[in-house]
């Protein structure tokens, strides 16, 4: 019987094929077999074979198999030949020759010898033994080039990519090595893993290759640094990180460049500027930049050419440089790391200068982009609580120096708004930090919230730089105050008026003597009420009640005023009507409730004048019987019909400079010594009045001879050809000494209360202590009275002295600092 096989079997030789050209092409290499192009005549295999085949008569065709014929018996030994050859091939840089067989034979061979022949074990040692040569020949390769420095990197990388693309052929190749035999193998590496582990060990761990490496790079780095322009051979460098990574040796690497980078910066800076120690106590920095300390420091280096401001831009072109390079020769993940160290090694030691030789110019050029810049370096590196002292330094010192210069006080509150207002700015643009909790969405940059320290910074310095002379802010903030409430908002929007006030007001917040201000305000207020000043009533109530809500309570007292206007305006309502006059007004108030003594300054009034007093007075006593009218004339006005060779002119004087108009009635020339003795005026005040008539801008007498200053010999005359383009002129009072004047007469009259204050707060504490010793006593007090002012702790050793001395306290007999009280 015929078997299945025979039947199977192809013959030797037969005559049912014919001698035809194959369309397959074989060209003995060891890629795959390719396909020859038909010509065009050919439509189809068969068409062709059939066309050739007819024109043969019969014959013998023998029939050849081109490839590799193996017989069952030798099929383990070929593949064993191909799997073993084949890493020998991938792993010789030197050889040309192309793999033992094709890709598919290959991959065929190792599954061959590792599944079905079960000899992974040899392969694999096989496998080991040609990486080892490898790597141990490129070792020697890279260490024997004659290449120096940067021009070696290019050969190691062209030997990584080499060594990369043939591990990563066997590893393709060699798959069923690596997941049938390898992954059943306790602490066996695979075939990749174990590749680059002896990559590492030969080429990275050898110490020459190594320090070439590094020397190189270190080389680039520095030739970059120094000359600010990229190297000829910068594109390999990225390529040696992505080699360097690959290998699993980026970390340590990555050490070493932000070393090499902080070394190479401190070298610049060292060769710069030298080395400064910074200061780590951003306290004892503080009180030393204001004791002055850092300035020599900051002017040596200004004298050697190095100016603070300057060196800032350097910093800030380093770090911009270097965040440039990273961002196109290192991995992400190191971007961060290398600007670190580099902000570091420019600015170790250099914080405290640096931050003090540029604050200050970037505050008065208003440079805000300068100081963010400034403010947050500074943050990255440690160093914000420095820059925050140097601006509370800066910002105080500034505040001392116009609070000193007596000679520009009426500037003195305008200037402190500016500052004020450019610190505040400095400290919501610039010294400012991203506030992700109030960040509504991640689409749109997060909000900015200034530095509260920064803010904290600034009140301190207001209040430390007040004490700078102590009671004059205050007054000059009352005074401030006084002029925008005299006039008004003007052209100005109500809302831009209340800003304004609000400003003033918020530097009334760091002062310490709230009665300076308070008494100042409140003289300053009746002066406006009588004189009709304000620009509005409704809105001196408003200040006063927030004065009173916010700041003070006993400011309530100022609405007696108010009170005593009201009243007065009622009463001469009636006198006029029961006499039939309406040339005079008349306040009439109540002592106690105005914040000013009466001036008993003697003058002679006219007789037409006194007539109408002496009416009025008459009236009062008949309507209020027990009550006495005492005229206080400081602060009388007068309009007053003059006529002048242009016309006739409404003029606004104060009463003083009335009484000596009408002198020239009947007369063409007065000479002082007759002014003087007609009118019993003050000498002081004559001076001034008669200043303010001869000597302004608006000249209703004319002085002979002609000067400043009032002298005794001086004549007057009216000056009958003044003229002015307004109908009602107001001839200002020349106030200036008598402010003074009465600016000390107001300081010693608060120096005095204050005393009573002290007194009166000692006094009710140790009636409620009985005992207690004077520490606590002097901070009990301090308590007491500091809604109103600080007291010099002087000044309460002195008050507790006369509290002794007047038997309202004694002194233990043993304990001399311990007091008791006397009931």
């Known amino acids: 019987m015929t078997s299945i096989l025979s039947l199977l079997s192809l013959p030797t030789s037969a005559t049912a094929f014919t001698d035809v050209e194959s369309n397959i092409s074989d060209d003995g290499s060891a890629s795959p077999l390719r396909k020859v192009p038909r010509l065009d005549s050919d439509s189809d295999i068969s068409s062709a074979a059939r066309s050739k085949s007819a024109g043969r008569s019969g014959g013998v065709v023998n029939i050849s198999i081109i490839g590799d014929h193996i017989k069952t018996s030798n099929m383990e030994q070929y593949y064993q030949s191909i799997a073993k050859r084949t890493p020998r091939f991938l792993f010789t840089r030197e050889s040309i020759a192309s793999l033992p067989s094709t890709y598919e034979q290959v991959f065929n061979s190792c599954r061959y010898v590792v599944s079905v022949a079960k000899d992974g074990a040899t392969l694999y040692t096989v496998l080991k033994l040609e990486i080892q040569q490898c790597v141990e020949k490129l070792a020697r390769e890279l260490t024997s080039s004659k290449e120096e420095g940067v021009q070696w990197l290019p050969k190691f990388v062209e030997i990584c990519e080499w060594y990369e693309t043939q591990v990563a052929t066997l590893q393709s190749l060699f798959s069923f090595l690596d997941q049938i035999y390898v992954a059943k193998q306790k602490g066996l590496q695979d075939i990749g893993s174990h590749a680059y582990s002896s990559f590492n060990s030969h080429v990275f761990g050898n110490i020459g290759i190594a320090e070439r490496l590094r020397s190189g790079i270190a080389l680039w780095a520095e030739h970059e640094r120094k000359t600010n322009?990229?190297?000829?051979?910068?594109?390999?460098?990225?390529?040696?990180?992505?080699?360097?990574?690959?290998?699993?040796?980026?970390?340590?690497?990555?050490?070493?460049?932000?070393?090499?980078?902080?070394?190479?910066?401190?070298?610049?800076?060292?060769?710069?500027?030298?080395?400064?120690?910074?200061?780590?106590?951003?306290?004892?920095?503080?009180?030393?930049?204001?004791?002055?300390?850092?300035?020599?420091?900051?002017?040596?280096?200004?004298?050697?050419?190095?100016?603070?401001t300057e060196y800032f831009e350097h910093v800030r072109k380093r770090i911009q440089e270097e965040n440039a390079r990273s961002a196109d020769v290192l991995p992400p993940q190191s971007w961060n790391a290398v600007r670190i160290s580099?902000?570091?090694?420019?600015?170790?030691?250099?914080?405290?200068?640096?931050?003090?030789?540029?604050?200050?110019?970037?505050?008065?050029?208003?440079?805000?982009k300068s100081l963010s810049d400034l403010y947050k370096l500074y943050v990255r590196v440690g160093g914000e609580k420095v820059l925050c002292a140097v601006f509370?330094?800066?910002?105080?010192?500034?505040?001392?120096?116009?609070?000193?210069?007596?000679?520009?006080?009426?500037?003195?509150?305008?200037?402190?708004?500016?500052l004020r207002e450019l610190a505040n700015i400095a400290i919501s643009t610039s010294f400012c930090d991203e506030d992700y909790m109030g960040a509504a969405s991640t689409s749109a940059p997060p909000p900015t919230k200034g530095n509260q320290e920064f803010v904290?910074?600034?009140?301190?310095?207001?209040?430390?730089?007040?004490?700078?002379?102590?009671?004059?802010?205050?007054?000059?903030?009352?005074?401030?105050?006084d002029k925008l409430m005299r006039r008004g908002q003007g052209a100005s929007s109500e809302d831009s008026h209340t800003a304004a006030l609000d400003a003033a007001l918020a530097l009334y917040r760091f002062t310490e003597d709230k009665d300076v201000f308070r008494t100042f305000y409140h003289r300053q207020l009746a002066k406006r009420l009588l004189l009709g000043r304000s620009a509005s009533d409704d809105v001196e109530k408003r200040m006063l009640k927030k004065l009173q809500d916010d700041y003070d309570p006993e400011f309530g007292q100022a609405e007696k005023m108010f009170k005593d206007l009201a009243l007065s305006g009622d009463l001469v309502q009636e006198f006029r009507r029961k006499h039939g006059q309406d040339e005079l007004y008349v306040n009439v108030l109540e002592r106690g409730g105005w914040p000013f003594s009466l001036q008993r300054t003697r003058i002679d009034l006219p007789a037409e004048m006194q007539e109408q007093l002496n009416m009025f007075t008459k009236f009062y006593d008949q309507k209020h019987q027990g009550r006495k009218l005492v005229w206080d004339h400081a602060l009388s006005t007068v309009i007053l019909k003059t006529h002048f060779e242009a016309g006739s002119k409404d003029l606004?004087?104060?009463?003083?400079?009335?009484?000596?108009?009408?002198?020239?009635?009947?007369?063409?020339?007065?000479?002082?010594?007759?002014?003087?003795?007609?009118?019993?005026?003050?000498?002081?005040?004559?001076?001034?009045?008669?200043?303010?008539?001869?000597?302004?801008?608006?000249?209703?007498?004319?002085?002979?001879?002609?000067?400043k200053d009032i002298m005794d010999w001086d004549k007057f005359r009216f000056n009958v050809g003044f003229t002015d383009p307004r109908q009602k002129i107001h001839i200002n009072s020349i106030q200036a000494k008598v402010s003074e004047q009465e600016s000390q007469y107001t300081?010693?009259?608060?120096?005095?209360?204050?005393?009573?204050?002290?007194?009166?707060?000692?006094?009710?504490?140790?009636?409620?202590?009985?005992?207690?010793?004077?520490?606590?006593?002097?901070?009990a007090v301090i308590e007491a009275v500091k809604g109103h002012f600080m007291p010099p702790v002087d000044l309460i050793k002195k008050r507790v002295d006369w509290c002794v001395e007047n038997e309202y306290l004694e002194r233990d007999e043993k304990d001399k600092s311990l007091f008791r009280y006397v009931a």
């Open 747 to 779: 300081q010693t009259a608060i120096e005095s209360d204050r005393k009573s204050t002290l007194d009166a707060a000692i006094v009710r504490i140790m009636k409620g202590r009985k005992e207690l010793a004077y520490e606590k006593l002097k901070v």
């Open 342 to 368: 580099t902000e570091k090694a420019l600015l170790d030691g250099n914080v405290d200068w640096l931050a003090l030789g540029t604050l200050r110019s970037y505050m008065e050029a208003r440079d805000f």
């Open 456 to 481: 904290y910074a600034l009140s301190d310095a207001f209040t430390h730089g007040f004490k700078a002379r102590r009671n004059k802010p205050a007054e000059m903030i009352a005074t401030y105050l």
């Open 652 to 707: 606004s004087l104060s009463l003083y400079q009335t009484i000596i108009v009408l002198l020239f009635t009947d007369v063409d020339e007065v000479s002082f010594t007759d002014i003087k003795a007609q009118t019993r005026m003050d000498d002081a005040e004559l001076r001034l009045t008669l200043q303010s008539l001869a000597c302004g801008k608006k000249k209703v007498l004319l002085k002979v001879p002609p000067g």
């Open 392 to 418: 509370r330094g800066y910002t105080q010192t500034s505040i001392s120096d116009i609070v000193t210069d007596k000679a520009r006080d009426d500037e003195m509150v305008h200037r402190l708004l500016e």
């Open 229 to 308: 322009s990229q190297h000829a051979l910068r594109e390999c460098i990225p390529k040696l990180m992505t080699h360097i990574a690959t290998f699993g040796q980026y970390s340590a690497f990555e050490q070493f460049y932000i070393d090499m980078t902080r070394e190479q910066y401190c070298r610049e800076v060292q060769d710069l500027i030298g080395t400064f120690g910074g200061h780590p106590d951003a306290e004892k920095f503080y009180i030393n930049i204001t004791g002055g300390q850092y300035s020599k420091q900051v002017q040596d280096l200004i004298d050697r050419g190095i100016k603070p």
